[in-house]
């Protein structure tokens, strides 16, 4: 019925912000972890992220340019379906993890949310972009914000080429020990996270249970309103309507029924 709106009531939620912010470089399509790195990746995300409904993730993908797929939202389908249709091939070549973790304090440095997390999951070696790594996680701790890093892969990989004139698939080899395992660790002692290698399907679903210990902390949310309800008046105006219009009928107009 009609209602005015009288107040809205402050409430509280448990929440954290976090930033998955994954490499999207060429190498992702290495077969060490099948079918591809990036498949496994994007396919623990979305587990990961599934379990956290009450959380606001934003998605960042990098390569040798930097790009915000998702800014933090609480919708898990729109999560799900942005991460399933992360794709290789669009932002270059190279590694650009300075100005990926630049980006995802930029997002949330802002945010009211006192416990705030970046997931970086790469696969590589910085070697593009305007801000180091180190200079990016100071500043991340700057905004009390934990970076907890992710080095994907084997020491022995190959990389799909294309096919050759009989139509088999070419691979190139990557040389083992390609992930900077040195700067990950660098960057999640700096900001108060963890630093953690991945190389099955296995490990990286065990790391990401661990970081789903994380604390949760409260923000306002205020989205309970309460309403003066209206309908009562309206109510009482119609009774009075129908029963004058009664008497009228059977003392004025004198129907016969």
Do not use: C, H, W
């Amino acid at each position: 019925g009609p209602r005015k709106a009288l107040k809205r009531l402050p409430s509280s939620i448990e929440v954290n912000d976090i930033f998955l912010v994954v490499d999207v470089s060429r190498s992702m399509l290495a077969d060490d972890l099948r079918p591809n790195r990036l498949e496994v990746a994007k396919k623990k995300l979305r587990e990961f992220a599934s379990l956290r409904p009450t959380d606001r993730i934003g998605v960042i993908i990098f390569s040798e340019k930097v790009f915000t797929l998702l800014p933090l939202t609480t919708d898990p389908e729109l999560v799900d379906q942005v991460l399933s249709d992360v794709r290789i091939g669009y932002l270059g070549s190279g590694t650009n993890i300075g100005d990926a973790l630049a980006l995802a304090v930029a997002r949330g440095q802002n945010s009211k949310t006192k416990n705030k997390v970046i997931v970086l999951l790469t696969d590589g070696v910085s070697n593009f972009g305007s801000i180091p790594p180190l200079s990016a996680a100071r500043t991340a701790k700057d905004f009390n914000m934990k970076v907890y890093t992710i080095g994907l892969g084997t020491t022995k990989s190959r990389l799909p080429i294309g096919r050759n004139s009989r139509g088999v698939q070419q691979y190139q080899s990557i040389p083992g020990g390609s992930i900077d395992l040195k700067t990950l660790e660098e960057i999640s002692k700096i900001t108060g996270g963890k630093s953690f290698m991945a190389n099955s399907k296995q490990s990286l679903e065990k790391i990401l249970s661990e970081i789903q210990k994380l604390e949760k902390t409260e923000i306002d949310n205020s989205n309970q309103i309460v309403y003066d309800e209206l309908f009562f008046s309206y109510l009482l105006i119609g009774i009075l309507i129908f029963l004058a219009t009664e008497i009228s009928r059977k003392f004025f107009l004198r129907e016969v029924v």
